[in-house]
């Protein structure tokens, strides 16, 4: 009698845990947190100094596109900024704050993000998750004038896998949006008018070619 | 040299088992119901059963070079905004060609060790962007170092055409079961390109369309009929791959 009632107590209970794992794959709501390490870029940096600032509310930015989902992209826009940084200029000084910096490079680069969206199949209608980051990039001189402040967006998707978590595809989504963001600065931070012209006035050009 | 355009189709050996249940009725005497039974029971599966296209291009019928130590990478296309080449797709048809002694770098590792130069938005769409980017001497460096003879671009997605039917489901103290019945057809379209990344050119090109139909039927349990066009676009796309560069 009481091997029967133990029985279909643990019964229960194990279609209960499995009801409540399956329905787990189903939430609506995401919180994911990107720390992973990022590949280092393949590319000959050119011979330009150049202090980078991630101040504590970059370092530590948590995004929140929406009620439902939750982003931690502190640290991973840390890590990959900073490689795609050490790409770009042959020196290069990572800071948490402008005073910290010792002033002698000749660049100062603050970023920070304007906005972070993401999109799910419910909304955009197809099997896609989306996340975009929008980041601004404070370009100085040494001296604290303004050179440029340019807008970087990044992209990134993932398809939708049956009976797989939207945690788990806004976390892929978020990492490909990031390595995004390291290739368009790779791709274009040279390309930028006014760095450009900067460039040629300090005859930087001339000498990296 | 003539190139070589090749039109295959074919279907899951359902139909070949159907010919042979009828051969084997008129050479015996077995009785008509159970021939009955059995075509029925074929009939039910033949209905997931995928229908296959290959279309193939390349310059001759000789297999491409591939010298011992030289490897072939698998990437996905992911530069188009309504869908995505998936990973598992890219992984299939590497663990395909693996099994014919072909050397297959993982995609991501190629990836990462060539960050950021294939990304989806970097990655070259091209011959003329490959050319270029192959004569920067760290990518050429990074290519040689992980001996990449080849690059097979994979492009393409598995939709869900249409669906009909419902099927509903419930659970009450008494016991639970489905009842209904769904179906819905999916297709599978994929493009390879083969590229040689020593003479950077194109070496030939493969065309893939699975179609079919899969139906859920409720009667108490649900039971899946499910046709793997996925499965089967992977294994017809990576079997001709591997006939690129092995004698058949």
Redesign the interface.
Known sequence: MLKNYLSKTVLKRSLALILLAILSGCSSSASVRIDQE???????PKAISATVVFDEAFATYIAQPNKKTVIDIGAGQVKLLSN?FAGLFEEVEFVSSLEESAGENSLVIIPSVREVQVSTPSENY???FEVWIKYSLEIQTADGETIDSWFMPAYG???D?FMASKSRAIEEASI?AL??A???L??DFYRIPAIYGWMMEQKILEESE | MKPTINHKQFKTPIESLVKRLIERKSNSNNSHTKLYSSLIMVALLAGCSATTTIDEYRPSDEPIELNAGENVVVLGR?DAG???T?RDFINCVSNRMRGADIGVLPEQQFI??????F????APKGLPRLKRLMQDP??KG?VEKQSVRYLVWLDG?T?TLDQGGSISCAIGPGGGGCFGFAQWDKLSVYEAIVWDMTNLQEMGRLRVDSEGTSYLIGAVAPIPLLTPVKSDACSSLGNQLKSFFTEQ
Do not use: C
């Open positions: 990022f590949p280092t870029v393949l590319a000959k795609a197809l099997n896609v998707k993932t398809p896998a490909i390595r995004d390291g290739a368009k790779m791709l | 992911r309504h869908y995505e998936d990462d060790s060539i960050y950021p130069w990304e989806p938005r970097t760290l990518v990074q997605s939709q």
